[in-house]
């Protein structure tokens, strides 16, 4: 689950009570189902559109800023630990592709392969 959603439903919850609003009286105010509400503020949903973000900020008295979790050394990390991960998915599916398309044209298979060094290459550099 992203640590944003699950601090912007905070957010949301926070100001929410705040204003003595229920989960159905906001629903109302914004269309929209208390189940959605719900899910937004547990951070199970993501589905926003500008027209929703702007009837939010609107009925909450919130700007649009003060919804963006702040940028972090904790979300730095994370995001460096997510891109470690890809670069070993890269890794790994390279070497699968190369036991299955060995076999295959060769023109292709090198085709696929500058590709893929091209990939690990920019993730490599990322870590330097």
């Keep these: 689950m992203n640590v944003g959603i699950i601090e912007l439903g905070e957010i949301i919850k926070?100001?929410?009570?705040?204003?003595?609003?229920?989960?159905?009286?906001?629903?109302?105010e914004l269309n929209k189902s208390t189940g959605f509400i719900n899910n937004l503020e547990n951070g199970k949903t993501d589905a926003f559109n500008i027209n929703l973000l702007s009837k939010l900020c609107n009925t909450l008295n919130l700007s649009i800023p003060s919804l963006i979790p702040q940028y972090t050394d904790e979300f730095d990390e994370n995001l460096r630990n997510s891109l470690?991960?890809?670069n070993k998915s890269i890794l790994e599916l390279s070497d699968n592709l190369i036991l299955v398309?060995?076999?295959?044209?060769?023109?292709?298979?090198?085709?696929?392969?500058?590709?893929?060094?091209?990939?690990?290459?920019?993730?490599?550099?990322?870590?330097?």
């Design 84 to 86: 470690k991960c890809t």
């Design 101 to 128: 398309l060995k076999y295959t044209d060769k023109q292709s298979f090198k085709l696929l392969m500058d590709k893929l060094n091209t990939e690990i290459e920019y993730f490599n550099k990322l870590y330097k």
């Design 14 to 28: 926070n100001k929410r009570l705040e204003l003595n609003y229920t989960t159905e009286m906001l629903a109302k």
